[in-house]
């Protein structure tokens, strides 16, 4: 592995446009946008300076950018061939956005703001291709998606409000998968570093146990990142967000479209190696991919607005390409992405001029003249059999004779695996679908349209030919790596088979419909044929209802957790179920009760009342939403920080069996504190209750763990300065326009800017997000593997989940929106601001520092060194031997993993695997 620190250079060009343009636009004017345009040119040139040296060799370029031994947190970048590739890709595209958005936001007031966010989404990008960790990968991971929720609206128009609401709930749910996906993959391998997770990945055969069935931990981890992708990429039914954001700027859609969507299918490459040890999973990716193509390929025929049209045409080719991945064409999905990042950045680019053109002009385009023509000419007879006779055979049997004959000329054996099945397959498809659209447009003509049809086909043959299958050896190039992903997602014959048929006849069906249409030759269909093929057209053309479904959705989770806010009966059964199953856990340890003093017991109580602990949680609500003044936020602050302080010390005094006990209370906290907030409208309340739901998982975790320091201090402080700052922001407010719920107040981000800054920071904060210590404490606490973990991941997820939506919610209610025209606002001053600027402060600096407070965990001390500590010990990295080569699984090549990793490590026998295994139930 090469360390080098010039590719970070390739970050530096679009922050530089990002703070130029952001903070000293009003400053320097237009030589803020020269000055970003030299740093994007800079930052391209040295991304294809990186892909030509990552082509010259197979080592990847390494950037650490963080001490060898800081623990979990390891940030650096880790470029491959493969983020070469996406490095390009990203900063290509970025450019042009970057020179197109220039003029576009020319005239707009919020310009600065605009540049400044979307160059710094194009860093985020560019950070999560070249990750070194799938940990670091994550982190930028969740960033998009709170940086496309700032991008995709306009803060004063609230449909584009409540759409940028939709989106991050639906990539909030794939970012907690996501989530659970990376915790359970370090309690199992003790590593996130991908050489080390693959191998790892490869020599512990472990399981899990879900109802009696056991599922191998390959195919849970990659599930669970799986829905990340699913949410990130569209696939149905989490699509539906993608439609809702044609409100934002042009820039942001196509740098939407072009670049962000294509993550999931990075992603999925990213961890091909994980992905090969699951065929279950490729299956179901296979499954879901070719669903959603069927889905948004049918919804996009059925719409009338030219952006839901390329919104939708963009659903379908992310099923397509997570397909690709499904059936192991890994490479083909990245030749994919490329292919269609470049296309739709330049559709959505030109999409304004052409729907101004329209305005302009009724009949623009004029290829609308042009298809009235043939339509006129299949229905008055005038049928060009030399053409359809062309068309038929060049999608049906000339690409079959292409690929056989150029893959005999490669030497590539066809009936191996299902590999070269599968190129002839897109082939086929692209080719057909292409040949198609020709047709249709210039069905009068004759040997023109021929002759455009075989330059068609040659185009799509060779492009997949050399340009995929080259793509593919040049991102996979250890032999036989690339085969090893065709066979792990092989299908069933049949099943394979039955695919490719249905395929073939549909294609086969289109044009047999040309031809009888060209004949005077109709289709006989029964009425109610007739009115089913109606409701269905009227049933995608509003894009299955799923949108309104969604809506009802969520207005009814609120009224019914409105309705549990005030239900008596739900408090009640709610409290006898947590006792009943406390009460079931405890009583083998009833005789060990004894034990603690009637001063443990009062220290207990008072932690369980500051610290709130369900159902001892009364005294920190009501304090927090009756005192009046700075009351609430200092005891916000305090209480907490006071009731783990008293519970500290006596956790080790607790036995084994009572601190299980305290767990389940624990994670009945949260899911009660997170219902009950997401119910309230009155802001002090919401807090209070969320701030339960954000104790509860520290209870859990002090529980599990028996000790309180230190992971548990970084989370306890962190979540005390987040409670504690919002109540003063939220005094703030109401020292000023007085007492009033969400529904009276709104729209204060135009007319208190700064308040609107701080709040949505300490928004960020509250939600679990980096670069701040809740996100921090909390990683470390799900990660520390003397934690047992089991169904309390999924509790956890959820209260996470919760806490994400209803604080995003309430900054949504506070800022966005209209506002008031009959209050007198003003923003706060310098001596207001300054104890919420200290305590963001404090909150990034325990977040982005966490490393040297926690000891390396001593489950990792057995895996291969990492590129510092080898690099660092013996000066240089050792070759593994081709028998510890052929002990691998085949789509992973053990020699170039472990060369990565530049050290020699041992192979793991079963019972060092078995010692290595994760504490979970």
């Known amino acids: ?88 890709l990203v900063s290509t595209i970025g450019f042009l956005i970057f020179r197109f958005a220039i003029r576009y936001m020319e005239q707009e007031t919020g310009r600065a703001r605009f540049h400044g ?140 479209h072009a670049g962000i969507i294509n993550a999931g299918g990075f992603l999925m490459n990213r961890l091909a190696p994980l992905y090969g040890l699951s065929p279950a999973t490729l299956h179901i990716a296979l499954l879901v991919g070719l669903l959603t193509t069927l889905m948004g390929a049918t919804m996009m025929l059925t719409q009338n607005d030219i952006k839901k049209t390329l919104a939708h045409s963009t659903v379908g080719q992310m099923g397509y390409m997570i397909m690709e991945c499904g059936l192991g064409g890994f490479a083909l999905a990245i030749f994919h992405l490329i292919a269609h990042g470049l296309f739709k950045a330049t559709v959505f680019l030109d ?71 599968i190129f002839l397959f897109f082939i086929w498809v692209t080719s057909s679908q292409a040949i198609l659209t020709l047709y249709r447009l210039q069905a009068v003509s004759s040997w023109k349209v021929a002759a ?12 997949y030919l050399y340009a995929a299958e080259g793509l593919t050896h040049f991102l996979y190039p250890a032999p036989g790596e690339a085969a090893g992903y065709f066979q792990a997602a092989a299908l069933h014959g049949w099943l394979f088979d039955f695919l490719v048929g249905a395929t073939a006849l549909l294609i086969i069906s289109g044009w047999a419909v040309i031809y009888a249409r060209s004949h005077g030759f109709s289709i006989r269909m029964p009425d109610r044929a007739e ?52 009460l079931g856990r405890l009583f083998p340890a009833a005789a060990r009760a004894g034990e603690l003093s009637a001063g443990h017991l009062a220290i207990f109580l008072v932690a369980a009342l500051f610290l709130p602990l369900f159902p001892l949680h009364g005294l920190y609500v009501t304090a927090l939403t009756r005192l009046p003044g700075v009351f609430p936020a200092a005891l916000a602050l305090l209480l907490p920080l006071s009731g783990f302080y008293a519970i500290g010390g006596l956790l080790p005094e607790i036995s084994a069996e009572l601190r299980e006990g305290i767990g389940l209370l624990a994670l009945f906290g949260a899911f009660y504190g997170t ?64 007492h009033l719920d969400l529904d009276r107040i709104g729209g204060l981000a135009r007319p208190m800017p700064r308040f609107a800054l701080l709040l949505s920071l300490f928004v960020t904060a509250a ?63 310098g001596g207001e601001a300054a ?42 990295a050792h070759a593994v031997t081709p028998h510890e080569g052929a002990t691998r699984a085949p789509m992973i090549n053990l020699q170039r993993a472990t060369a990565s990793v530049e050290g020699e490590a041992p192979a793991a026998s079963p019972t060092e695997g078995a010692t290595q295994a994760p504490i979970i139930n």
């Open 117 to 256: 966010l979307l160059n710094l989404m194009t860093v985020i990008l560019l950070c999560m291709v070249a990750s070194r960790n799938l940990l670091m990968l994550f982190v930028f991971w969740q960033l998009i998606s709170w940086m496309l929720y700032l991008l995709v609206h306009n803060y004063s128009h609230p449909a584009s409000v409540e759409a940028a609401g939709k989106t991050y709930t639906l990539l909030r749910i794939g970012d907690v998968a996501f989530l659970a996906g990376v915790v359970l993959a370090y309690r199992t391998y003790g590593t996130l570093e991908f050489p080390q997770l693959f191998i790892k990945a490869a020599q512990v055969q472990e399981s899990f146990s879900l109802g009696g069935f056991l599922i191998g931990t390959p195919t849970v981890i990659t599930l669970l990142i799986f829905v990340g992708a699913m949410s990130k990429s569209v696939q149905f039914p989490m699509h539906t967000w993608l439609a809702g954001n044609l409100y934002a700027p042009t820039p942001v859609t196509a740098l939407l």
């Open 351 to 421: 999409s304004g001029h052409v729907i101004h053109a329209a305005r302009r002009e009724p009949r623009h385009p004029p290829l609308h003249d042009k298809h009235d023509k043939v339509e006129i000419a299949l229905e008055e007879g005038d049928f060009s059999r030399l053409t359809w006779g062309a068309g038929f055979l060049m999608t049906l049997i000339l690409p079959l004779v292409l690929v056989l004959t150029a893959h005999g000329a490669l030497r590539i054996p066809l009936l191996d695996s299902q590999g070269v099945v």
């Open 531 to 582: 009115v089913l093929m109606t409701h269905f057209y009227v049933l995608f053309m509003n894009r299955l209802y799923l949108e309104a479904f969604y809506a009802r959705l969520g207005r009814r989770i609120q009224r019914w957790t409105r309705w549990l806010d005030l239900s008596m009966p739900f408090k009640i059964i709610f409290g006898l179920t947590a006792f009943i199953v406390v």
């Open 452 to 463: 455009l049809m075989l330059f068609t086909m040659l185009s799509v043959v060779v492009t």
């Open 835 to 876: 104890p919420l600027a200290i305590a963001l402060l404090i909150l990034l600096v325990i977040g982005i520092a966490p490393n040297t407070f926690f000891p390396t965990d001593p489950a990792t001390r057995d895996l291969p060194p990492t590129s510092e500590q080898t690099a660092s010990a013996e000066g240089e």
């Open 767 to 829: 939600m679990g997000l980096p670069p701040f210590g809740l996100f921090s404490g909390l990683i470390e606490m799900l990660t520390n593997r003397s934690v047992p973990l089991s169904w309390d991941l999924a509790v956890i997820a959820l209260a996470w989940l919760g806490a994400s939506w209803l604080f995003v919610h309430l900054m949504q209610r506070l800022l966005f929106g209209p506002h008031r025209t009959d209050l007198q606002y003003t923003d706060l001053r």
């Open 675 to 738: 219902i009950k907030a997401i119910g309230q409208f009155r802001v002090e309340r919401l807090l209070a209750y969320g701030g339960v739901a954000l104790f509860s998982i520290l209870w859990w975790y002090l529980a599990g763990a028996g000790n309180a320091a230190p992971r548990g201090a970084l989370y306890a402080g962190a979540a005390a300065l987040i409670t504690g700052g919002l109540f003063f922001a939220w005094g703030m407010v109401r020292a000023r326009y007085g």
């Open 1 to 88: 592995m090469t360390v080098a620190y010039y590719p970070l250079l390739i970050l530096l060009g679009p922050l530089t446009a990002a703070v130029a343009i952001g903070l000293f636009e009003r400053q320097i004017g237009r030589k803020a946008y020269r000055i970003g345009t030299a740093a994007q040119v800079a930052s391209l040139a040295i991304s294809l300076f990186v892909l030509y040296r990552a082509g010259a060799s197979t080592e990847p370029i390494h950037v650490p950018l963080s001490p060898a031994d800081g623990g979990l947190f390891q940030f650096g970048l880790y470029i491959d061939r493969l983020a070469a590739v996406m490095l390009t």
